[in-house]
């Protein structure tokens, strides 16, 4: 059944024609083709690989990206509401086009040479091939400059050694942006599937984003040749990646809570007990307009921040703020959800344990929601507070 | 082939429509519009005309600047061209075939589709109309479409089956769902709609021949309860008929 999305204060009006069609297109792709499968996949704990070229086919893969590379040449603004209308599927769906989009087509296509753009970005637009982000490692999570993952300078290229974990679709990736230390310098490079030495085992028994293949990428001399080396040093460039990538979060985990809200209105209204509706009870009612009334405000941080990053003028500190605190709602929205639920709130047929579980990871993932906390913490203070 | 797709924009049928406080026409507040749903199995249609004998397809609606959104939408679902004709007041179906018929007359289309209706005012005449006015044969309710040279040939939904029907280009085709799946436009070519143009052109002039005297919310069904035929239940109602229906 199609969901009509909540707009309390009016907020499509805020939006362009074009920004509105995307969305629509967005909505209606998921009423069609993700929530008939999702449930399936999800019990599953396999991700549908067959909506990566649905996807693609509709230009979602490049959405910020130049035509001339095979991208859509939409704004931000156009890929946070994609986004949210993905997630208002499934948070799984949604990373998958995150990683495509901001963690590898974005640093491809900043950071890549003429060549390797040329090369991959066309690739990676029609799904031909799949991206990964490795940052993550199994010591070091909130603390990636900590990476022992390293490269070392031979003739022609570079020899990589490391493992990383947690990484979003590793295991269907064609091409994986990886991050490993030159000279104590972190800096990325493309490793290729079936390059010697590199392999990328799938982790089981995950409880969060079922629909979703998380890996490890484990590098043992691993020959890089010059030319899939990415041109920046230093932190800033996995930093510039993950901006774009929760700038993409806050918006998806809209959706994930426009879902569970209106799941709830209408079961709260045909749901009787003591002769009437659920949704009849004060109760039940504070925690509707409680929601309501935090979707309503994370769509106002979110217009604003797609506006700011349309203008050039985000701060990361701003995408940490609508990251924890959207997040942070929409996780808290799911759980109430869960709730007004009943029994039938643990079950497949309704969405609301779904996004509940995929929230943990979301909640924890592109920088944990304390992470964020202190990001901002030392944003205003100016005092760090991290060590 | 050149290829006319008439268009409206109607509410999402997800929104809830209220009647304006006159009484006459519905409350615009918040209502969501979105492209006429037969619409864009004709859209479809017609764009996989273009695809298979070459040509241009056209989409054109007769509304106020409002529309323009959904004239957007066509562009960037892959029709060539769009127009709207252009009007702010209020006006009927009549109004609109007049208008319709008079875009279409000297542009030599070899075949115009719409929708089998706009689900806003259902009033199902345009198709019917069109025909009658341009003086061209007109299928209604067609759920497949083979069209050879210039012959035409359509599956229509009649009561209990189907019925087949043929007749020669130029000819008007109403869309029944079913027809085909209607494709998502893609973020590309919605950018790209963005700076093509939208022709303009002004209403004529003619008098629509209904009015709209009230509107009105269809009342509430309320759920029925049903009662076991115990000892106990007959007490329950009786309480019921005194305190929920206040009929004793
Ligand atoms: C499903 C899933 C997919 C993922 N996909 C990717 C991917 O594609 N690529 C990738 O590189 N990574 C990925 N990750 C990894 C993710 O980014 C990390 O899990 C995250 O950064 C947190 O790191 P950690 O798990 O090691 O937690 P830790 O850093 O060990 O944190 C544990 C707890 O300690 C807290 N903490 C840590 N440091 C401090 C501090 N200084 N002050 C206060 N509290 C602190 C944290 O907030 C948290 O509550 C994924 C993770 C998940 C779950």
């Known amino acids: 059944m199609p969901i009509s999305a909540p707009d309390y204060y009016f907020l499509d009006e805020l939006y362009t024609e074009e920004e509105l069609l995307v969305r629509q297109t967005v909505r209606d792709f998921t009423d069609s083709e993700v929530l008939p499968i999702i449930e399936d996949a999800y019990q599953k704990g396999i991700f549908p690989m067959h909506l990566a070229q649905k996807l693609a086919d509709l230009g979602l893969f490049g959405i910020t990206i130049d035509e001339k590379y095979g991208g859509a040449g939409a704004n931000y603004t156009c890929y946070g509401l994609a986004m949210q209308e993905l997630e208002r599927g499934d948070s799984g769906v949604r990373s998958f086009a995150s990683v495509q989009n901001s963690l590898v087509m974005f640093p491809i296509n900043q950071y890549g040479s003429e060549e390797i753009k040329m090369k991959w970005l066309p690739k990676l637009a029609r799904a031909e091939a799949i991206g990964c982000f490795g940052l993550t490692e199994p010591d070091f999570g909130s603390n990636p400059g900590g990476m022992v993952t390293n490269a070392k300078k031979i003739d022609g290229g570079y020899l990589l050694n490391g493992a990383k974990m947690w990484i979003t679709n590793g295991t269907l990736a064609d091409l994986a942006v990886v991050w490993a230390k030159l000279d104590g310098v972190v800096t990325g490079f493309l490793v290729e599937k079936g390059m010697k030495g590199f392999t990328a085992p799938e982790m089981h028994g995950k409880h969060s984003l079922r629909a979703s293949v998380t890996s490890e990428l484990i590098f043992d001399d691993v020959e890089i040749p010059d030319g899939n080396r990415l041109n920046i040093n230093g932190l800033k460039g996995p930093l510039s990646c993950l901006t774009r990538a929760r700038y993409g979060i806050q918006y998806g985990v809209i959706g994930a809570a426009m879902s569970v809200y209106e799941s709830s209105l209408d079961y709260s209204k045909s749901r009787i007990q003591f002769g009437k509706p659920i949704a009849g009870f004060q109760i039940v009612q504070e925690k509707l307009v409680w929601m309501l009334t935090e979707i309503t405000k994370a769509q106002l941080v979110a217009w604003r921040l797609g506006r700011l990053m349309d203008e050039g003028r985000a701060t990361p500190q701003q995408v940490s703020f609508a990251k924890r605190n959207n997040v942070d709602i929409a996780i808290q929205a799911a759980r109430i959800s869960r709730d007004i639920h009943g029994a039938n709130g643990i079950l497949g047929e309704y969405p609301v344990m779904r996004h509940a579980a995929n929230l943990e990871s979301v909640r924890t993932y592109e920088g944990t929601h304390d992470i964020h906390t202190l990001i901002l913490g030392n944003d205003i203070t100016g005092i760090s507070a991290f060590e | ?248």
């Open chain 2, 1 to 248: 082939m050149n290829i006319l797709v008439c268009v409206s924009r109607v509410p999402d049928t997800t929104t809830r429509i209220l009647v304006g406080p006159d009484g006459k026409t519905a409350d615009k507040t918040g209502v969501k519009f979105v492209l006429n749903p037969f619409d864009e199995f004709a859209l479809e249609e017609g764009l996989r005309l273009r695809e298979k004998n070459g040509g241009s397809v056209t989409a054109v609606t007769v509304a106020g600047e409002v529309a323009k959104d959904i004239l957007r939408t066509s562009l960037a679902m892959g029709a060539d061209k769009v127009a709207i004709i252009k009007t702010e007041n209020e006006f009927d179906s009549y109004f609109t075939a007049q208008n319709l018929a008079e875009f279409a007359s000297n542009r030599a289309f070899d075949i115009i589709l719409l929708g089998k209706q706009s689900i806003d005012y259902d009033s199902l005449q345009i198709p019917a109309y069109l025909g009658e006015l341009l003086g061209i044969p007109s299928i209604g309710v067609v759920s497949k479409l083979q069209i050879e040279g210039n012959n035409v040939s359509a599956e229509r939904d009649i009561e209990g089956g189907k019925e087949i029907v043929s007749a020669q280009l130029p000819c008007i085709i109403s869309a029944q769902k079913g027809l085909n799946e209607p494709r998502y436009p893609k973020l590309p070519d919605i950018m790209k709609a963005k700076s093509k143009p939208i022709e303009e052109v002004a209403a004529i002039d003619c008098q629509p021949r209904t009015t709209i005297l009230e509107m009105s919310i269809p009342s509430k069904k309320r759920a029925g309860v049903i009662l076991d035929g115990s000892d106990g239940s007959l007490d329950k109602l009786v309480t019921l008929l005194h305190e929920e229906a206040k009929v004793i």
